[in-house]
């Protein structure tokens, strides 16, 4: 498995240089001191995407179906001299129907990161840095058809994930590589049922020979390991903006080189100031998470019928895009 996922690193390092080897990009360019904005910048943005097929005496067939996804951005971001403090808040939460079927769910997201700098050295790009981000999801998650027993819920699973640092890119305009020894990592599951399945590696419930429970299990699971972190974000051609984001991390202690991965890469293609298309891509690879267990019922003890797997989540959609800060401006110079 530390093979696999090694092998996996690798790919996604040559991957990332090779989509962003550009001739005007390999070079970074350093903002000098006075073109740098001190004080607060805010953004807030919401946007709903939709898309529908309807099939009438259609010969080749096909599913009448709906969808969409609504999202919400906002960030604020805090500059003096020497330190600075930035902060995203990110939602989105999607819904499909077909005919013959409910109501799917096809996205739903809660992010939240934070990260204060310090620097110490004027003319070196490297800071430090302390980063917390919080992860989890709005509503319950199905392996459907199957309704009856969610596999996911609010904060179950959510993660945490707060460290110190050193990061470089304090003047680099497009891309920063932060890179955390001691980085704190923090799965919750509060929901009974999830806990004592021993979901996302949390320790199970404990249960005596007619069933029933001598110790519930835990709700909280906690990591201490190395967390590398690179973000990216270009304009490759007018009005279309690709960002990446990957994200590494292994544990110390329960098992140092199987490596947690997280690669988020979206291509935004903005049509007019309302109007916007989204292409994104969003791999993950997670050893706590199994793809099917099973558990002895005299013992509660797992037994790993299928391992983890990579996981890969595709994006595509157009919709209405409204930046409420521009709004706000508006408001405000016509009074």
Known sequence: MKTYTWFILSLFVIGQSQIFAQPDSLYFHN??????????????????NLNQVS???????????????????????????????????????????????????????IE??????????????WFYSARFSLNTQLANGYNYPNRDEPISKFLAPGYMFFGLGMEYGRHIERMSFYAS???LKTTFVLDDDLANQGAFGVDPAIYDLEGNILRNGKKVRQELGILLTNQYEEEVFENIKITSLLRLYTDYINSFGNIDIEWEINL????????????????????????????????????????????????????????????????????
Do not use: C
Not at 32 to 44: A, F, I, P, S, Y
Not at 85 to 96: A, C, D, E, M
Not at 115 to 121: A, F, R, S, T
């Open 31 to 48: 903002k000098k001191k006075d073109e740098v904005k001190l004080g607060w910048r805010t953004k807030k943005e919401v946007g709903l």
């Open 268 to 335: 935004d293609m903005k049509v007019n100031k309302y109007v916007k298309a989204i292409l994104g891509s969003h791999l993950r690879y997670d050893n706590d998470i199994k793809i099917e267990v099973e558990r002895n019922e005299m013992t509660n003890e797992e037994l790993v019928i299928e391992g983890p797997k990579l996981q890969w989540k595709q994006i595509l959609g157009v919709g209405v895009v409204v930046d409420l800060d521009n709004i706000i401006k508006q408001k405000n110079n016509l009074n």
């Open 112 to 125: 939240v990161i934070s990260n204060v700098g310090l620097e110490k050295n004027p003319e070196s790009n």
């Open 181 to 183: 020894p001691f980085t």
């Open 55 to 109: 099939f009438t005496n259609w010969n080749s067939g096909g599913t009448n179906s709906i969808s969409g996804i609504v999202t919400g951005k906002a960030s604020a971001k805090y500059k003096q001299e020497k330190w600075f403090w930035n902060s995203n808040f990110n939602i989105r939460y999607g819904l499909n129907k077909q005919e013959d079927r409910n109501i799917r769910k096809t996205d739903d997201v």
